[in-house]
């Protein structure tokens, strides 16, 4: 047989998602088979190419013929679909890579999933699908949806989701099918649905770009549970993003990842941080639950986005805007400022109990028409940037009505806008008339509010500066000195090397092996001194009081080295102790921590939080990828109190800030040029007053 030639499945994603012919294998029929269902739904969903049913035993379906075999198939066929039963599966994907099918959707389970020898059959048919170039969704999946085709490839009951301009790849089968359902009720509908499945070739990285190029898709929305090649999701995601918004919702985030926790820094930073990190950066908005998922989608799918986060909120009850005020600013989000015309004009349409001032408070006697004259006069507040408006069940007027004279206000409006339609039965109309407007609207201000939180976060994500300064670094030099290192803490002659050829701050540090050789090094380097026990087995040298600080005078060195000694062979007899270091004491300023962390999904961490021996106690830090960005940067500062500190606070003079971020900047570019670098840490690093600098008084450096 003579086949049509075929596009390349690896220039595009042709064959997948808009395929001229689609042959089931496997169908069925039984009704009370999985076979039947699929076929039902890819010759009844309105699909306009051509179906081709395939099973051993022949026969018909639905007025079809049913072929014995893939070979047997006419062509146009793009896409086969395979719903038989594993053992079966390698020796008929042959065929299918025979007989030119570029695409496949294996719904079957009984692969990765079921132990060993399922992972060895799919390691199989992932070998087949290479050899002939052919792309495979799943194994072990339910399918996928394309509701503007149309297109419906999976065996679930009808009607299908509705349309809309929501994507949905998901790591869960049931999640999919749950949310087909769900949705209905909801007044939201889907572009597409992708079941991934076991991911044995395509996963949700592969996808991200071919479904955010669908121009019905305006928003994606992700399942995950985990991601197979963390570096590679950031790149794709971060290009994605600057397109269309990425909402995820990532599951098992309280699971650690198993790492050894040498530092505070490994101790700190759970698996949860470095996703938190990556989706940061790549710019995804991450969801703590399914309904967050889809209540920031239709936000972000339907209003525009705001030029600040200072909201007006209009209410006719009074505790609901007191709840809605509390959860903006919950939400990192402010209550506008009326400008004195925006009151003026208020005052004309309110009666004099009513609340001028944000919240406004309208009174239950607010008719449609001053919530429309209300919400105009809002809006037309240069300092409003967008608006929360509050829809309990009227005393007086039915919702609806009130939903009816807003939703024109609300689609001319170039300020987003959300509604809190409190209640259930008696708000139904109302609900159905702003999801047919595209208009989001929830249940309680809380979700509302969080809804233009996100709206904010896309805003700021798509201003923010992404760039990553250049400094001067000696990589060759550092390289050199490392591979003279042994796995396991670095000696800290070395650390203090490689943060030279760096240009991390250090200060000049002497090893005293005798109680004479520290006196006479505190005398160089002149008093006050610090003192600090010298051994690669002790990284937390005041869990043994090994740190003795302010030491004045040549005898108290003498005295302050014994002592120091005395402890660590106490506390640690086993440890090899090389000594004592000896380093000046810089004059007071913020003390904070900064370290870098190897994460086996991501790659480099770079961490910034409140330093000293209390840190995994205190817990103020946060989580970067490496190498830094100038975003990255300023979101360690700001989300830390030890970052907001740095600008002064009560007694304490503003320090420099500046040079905390130029450390980070250089630490995080280490640790990126030399993933053999587990962890570092500086703590603390000594921040002194604006334009002074910044000193690390302390470094561990953790080899693999």
């Keep these: 047989m003579t086949h049509q030639p075929q596009p390349d499945p690896h220039s595009d994603f042709e064959a997948l998602f808009r395929p001229r012919g689609i042959a089931l294998i496997g169908a069925s029929t039984d009704p009370a088979r999985l076979g039947y269902g699929m076929a039902r739904n890819l010759l009844h969903s309105g699909y306009q190419g051509t179906v081709h049913l395939v099973n051993l035993h022949g026969g018909t379906l639905f007025g079809q013929p049913i072929y014995r075999s893939i070979l047997q198939v006419p062509d146009p066929l793009d896409l086969a679909v395979l719903l038989i039963p594993a053992p079966s599966i390698p020796q008929v994907l042959q065929q299918c890579g025979e007989r030119g099918v570029q695409a496949a959707v294996i719904a079957a389970g009984g692969f990765r999933e079921v132990g060993a020898a399922g992972a060895a059959l799919e390691q199989e048919i992932t070998s087949i699908a290479r050899q002939y170039r052919m792309r495979l969704l799943g194994p072990n999946c339910i399918g996928l949806i394309d509701t503007r085709l149309p297109l419906n490839v999976t065996f679930l009951p ?13 790591h869960s089968g049931a999640i999919c099918a749950a949310l087909i359902d769900w949705a209905r009720s909801q007044g939201f509908g889907f572009s ?3 079941s991934l499945g076991n991911q044995a070739d395509l996963n949700e990285t592969d996808l991200l770009a071919p479904v955010a190029a669908d121009p019905a898709t305006r928003v994606l929305t992700l399942y995950l549970e985990g991601l197979p090649d963390g570096p590679r999701f950031v790149q794709q995601a971060t290009q994605v993003t600057r397109q269309k918004p990425v909402v995820a919702l990532k599951v098992g985030r309280f699971a650690s990842g198993q790492r050894a926790a040498a530092s505070h820094t490994g101790a700190l930073a759970g698996q949860d941080s470095a996703y938190q990190a990556a989706f940061r950066r790549a710019g995804v908005v991450r969801a703590n639950t399914t309904e967050e998922l889809f209540d920031w989608a239709h936000a972000l799918s339907w209003c525009p986005l705001p030029a600040g986060r200072a909201m007006a909120v ?3 009850a009074g505790g609901p805007g007191v709840t809605a005020a509390d959860a903006l600013e919950a939400h990192g989000l ?3 400022a009326l400008k004195p ?5 208020l005052s004309q349409l309110l009666s004099p109990p009513a609340s001028l001032h944000n919240p406004v408070d309208m009174l239950a006697s607010a008719t449609p028409e001053v919530y429309a004259g209300c919400l105009q006069v809002l809006l037309a507040d240069p300092g409003v940037d967008g608006a929360l408006v509050i829809i309990p069940p009227p005393p007086t007027y039915p919702a609806e009505a009130i939903a009816q004279v807003l939703t024109p206000l609300i689609q001319a409006s170039s300020k987003p806008v959300v509604i809190a339609l409190m209640g259930e039965r008696l708000i139904e109309t109302a609900a159905s008339l702003f999801r047919r407007a595209r208009i989001p609207e929830y249940r309680f201000p809380e979700r509302a509010a969080a809804a233009l939180s996100v709206l904010c976060q896309r805003a700021e994500m798509l201003a923010q500066d992404n760039s990553t300064p250049a400094y001067a670094v000696q990589r060759q030099q550092a390289g050199q000195r490392l591979t003279q290192a042994a796995p396991g803490f670095l000696e800290a002659g070395l650390a203090n090397a490689l943060f030279q050829a760096y240009g991390l701050p250090t200060l000049p540090m002497r090893l005293a092996t005798t109680s004479d050789e520290a006196a006479q090094a505190a005398i160089e380097l002149g008093f006050p001194v610090a003192l600090k026990v010298a051994s690669p087995d002790i990284p937390h040298k005041s869990d043994v009081s090994g740190v003795l600080l302010d030491v004045q005078g040549a005898q108290a060195a003498r005295l302050g080295f014994d002592q120091i000694i005395a402890n660590a062979r106490q506390a640690r007899p086993q440890a090899n102790i090389l ?3 000896v380093q000046h004491m810089l004059p007071d300023g ?16 770079v961490m910034f939080g409140s330093g000293g021996v209390e840190v995994e106690g205190l817990k103020d830090v946060a989580f970067a990828l490496a190498p830094l960005t100038r975003a990255d940067a300023d979101y360690l500062l700001k989300s830390t109190w030890a970052g907001r500190k740095l600008e002064g606070f009560r007694s304490l003079p503003p320090a420099d800030r500046e040079a905390v971020q130029e450390a980070l900047f250089r630490l995080g570019q280490l640790a990126t040029d030399f993933p053999r670098l587990a962890e570092i840490e500086i703590n603390p690093l000594r921040v002194l007053p604006r334009g002074q600098g910044a000193v690390a008084l302390d470094i561990r450096i953790r080899a693999a």
């Design 192 to 194: 597409r649905l992708i």
């Design 590 to 605: 913020q003390d904070v921590i900064i370290g870098t962390l190897q994460d086996i999904t991501f790659g480099p961490l």
């Design 158 to 170: 009808p009607p299908g989701p509705p349309s809309g301009g929501v994507a949905f790849l998901s």
């Design 334 to 336: 402010a209550l506008a």
């Design 579 to 581: 000594g004592v270091h």
């Design 314 to 316: 209009l209410t006719n």
């Design 341 to 345: 015309a925006t009151i003026d004009g």
